[in-house]
């Protein structure tokens, strides 16, 4: 685009080779000075002269068709023949257009990974969100993404699980409220070990038989695995989220003896306290933990056979982990063990950490004591939403699935709008709400340019915006939506490199604030044809992108709310 030429004029103009000016460009500060700056100080060592004087100078010698330039001090900016540009960043705006992104790599995305039998935890839903927007982009960028929901199916809890079960459990209760009972076994369970002393030898003794293959236990299990699941689908669906692959750790039982026979045969492992580890000491970490003294894998184990399995079976040139920032160590351990297995693709493999979240400052906690279930967060959000809307337009057709549209949208916006590492304290009072950075300010502004574009197809214009364009008195609401309409590729570029689903999301709210702001001062439906083709093309491109961008993080965009 436009940029790429600029550039390519200085390069020429100073004698550099070819893309060294590109990346120097910048935004000015004041959108009135210009599209582009160019800061000479770098210029002025060799050069030798003031950067003031360079500026001066190459604002003078600079020539290209239709762009102005000026000098500011050390900058040098560029101005652009508005009415001529516009089609062209018009076209590079439009939505469809393929991506230069990508090159077609397998990337396996872990995510979501909740534990069978346990509340699905407010990790567990950053990771769904944050995994599955970083997969559409992906996907939008032109590379082949897998999803893998790495459930947490295997355990010594599942001995106690079926303690519990077999001495107090229901399974009409179970079906009902899967997750909820089995919390209340794990309580009661811990809570009666503390009196009963033959309770923990019998949840092992059940374990041994789960692992052993014994009939009744694996099919308690399976019963377990298989009721948690539909509760945890419920809420994939609310959040529109599915997975390529639903692999859990369960899947990896008879892959794990092939890693443990290699790293014994590389002599990686070494005895402490009884267990066999891998020495990490040259990388400055504790030892990585593989058979447990009484000889039972455990998690980084199966976390081995699992990156052999997605890179070996899956095809995977790329393995990300989306998985909280507690977990850091332990992806380091895995990542720095497949190093000295002699895995040179290790350095394809990137952990994905995210911060925690509270709501109004509680933790969403899954031992004992306060449980918030992530279907009450889900359905709150929802309540809220829809009586927000029920005041501003009583009349809206389908007010639940735009109320169950927008609640939702809040929730995921809400998480995403954040730079994926923070802390957030998340304000459902606030989430919700039609202004400030939110979900439905977003999703609002999209049905507002719909609703524009619904009033305008009852008589459309006969003029192309081409032709509009040159005689459109370009005034700088109009402008710089327009230019922000195309910078989508940049920032799906930028969202990918630092696996940031925030880029795309601050995106969103920047172009949403532009519209409304054009909106305000524009009228779009005006009796002129000129100003009236140009501005609802605006409001097109707008509207598509506005979508499309919520799609990619995985929000609906409901024509009218
Ligand atoms: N189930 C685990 C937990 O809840 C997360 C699993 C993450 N993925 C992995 N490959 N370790 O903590």
């Known amino acids: 685009m436009m940029i790429k030429q600029i550039a390519a004029k200085l390069d020429e103009l100073l004698e550099w080779e070819d893309g060294t000016a590109e990346p120097l460009l910048e935004l000015p500060p004041d959108a009135q000075l210009g599209d582009f700056a160019f800061p000479c100080f770098s210029l002025a060592k060799t050069l030798r002269r003031a950067p003031q004087q360079i500026a001066a100078d190459l604002a003078q010698r600079f020539e290209a068709d239709g762009v102005q330039t000026s000098a500011s001090g050390p900058y040098l900016n560029f101005k652009l023949d508005r009415g001529r540009y516009a089609p062209q960043l018009a076209e590079e705006a439009k939505v469809g257009r393929p991506s230069s992104i990508g090159d077609g790599r397998r990337v396996v995305i872990d995510m979501s990974s909740p534990n069978i039998a346990k509340p699905f935890g407010v990790g567990h839903l950053r990771s769904t969100v944050i995994g599955a927007a970083l997969y559409r982009m992906y996907e939008a960028a032109g590379c082949r993404p897998i999803s893998v929901n790495h459930l947490g199916d295997w355990g010594t809890q599942f001995g106690k699980q079926i303690t519990a079960y077999k001495r107090w459990g229901s399974e009409e209760r179970l079906n009902r409220a899967p997750i909820r009972e089995s919390l209340d076994l ?19 003794d059940w374990f041994r ?17 298989e009721v948690s699941l539909a509760e945890f689908n419920r809420m994939y669906d609310r959040l529109g989220v599915s997975f390529d692959k639903v692999l859990g750790e369960s899947f990896y039982n008879d892959k794990m003896g092939a890693v443990v026979k290699e790293l014994r045969e590389k002599g990686l492992l070494e005895e402490s306290d009884g267990a066999q580890v891998v020495r990490l000491d040259d990388e400055e970490m504790p030892p990585c933990l593989i058979l447990k003294s009484d000889g039972t894998t455990i998690y980084p184990t199966r976390d081995l056979a699992t990156a052999l399995y997605r890179h070996d079976v899956l095809g995977a040139e790329e393995l990300l982990y989306v998985v909280g920032a507690e977990q850091s160590l332990h992806f380091r351990q895995v990542f720095a063990v497949l190093r000295k297995m ?8 990137s952990h994905i950490p995210f911060g925690l979240m509270k709501f109004e400052g509680k933790k969403m906690s899954t031992r004992r004591g306060k449980v918030v279930f992530l279907e009450e967060v889900l359905d709150e959000a929802v309540a ?5 809307i029920e005041n501003k337009n009583p009349q809206l057709a389908n007010r639940e699935a735009v109320a169950e549209a927008v609640g939702i949208g809040a929730i995921i916006f809400g998480d995403l709008k954040n730079n994926r590492i923070g802390e957030i304290d998340f304000s459902l009072e606030e989430a919700v709400q039609f202004e400030g950075e939110t979900g439905p300010y977003v999703q609002y502004t999209h049905a507002r340019s719909r609703s524009v574009l619904r009033r305008a197809a009852e008589a459309s214009g006969a003029v192309s915006f081409a032709e509009a364009s040159a005689d459109y008195e370009w005034n700088q609401t109009s402008w710089e939506l327009l230019k922000r309409l195309g910078d989508f590729e940049a920032e799906l570029r930028r969202g990918i490199q630092r696996s940031e689903p925030s880029v795309i999301a601050r995106y969103a709210l920047d172009l949403a604030k532009l519209f409304n702001r054009f909106y305000h001062h524009n009228k779009v439906l005006t009796d002129s044809p000129n100003e009236r083709a140009v501005r ?10 506005l979508k499309w961008t919520l799609d990619l993080l995985g929000i609906r965009s409901p024509e009218e709310i």
């Open 186 to 204: 794990y309580v009661r369970f811990h809570d009666e070990a503390e009196r009963d002393d033959t309770l923990e030898p019998e949840a092992r």
């Open 384 to 388: 809220r939403a829809s009586s927000i």
């Open 536 to 545: 609802l093309e605006l409001t097109l491109l707008t509207a598509d992108r």
């Open 342 to 349: 002699e895995r040179e693709w290790a350095s394809s493999c």
């Open 209 to 225: 038989r789960l692992e052993a293959g014994d009939d009744e236990a694996v099919r308690l299990w399976r019963y377990f695995v």
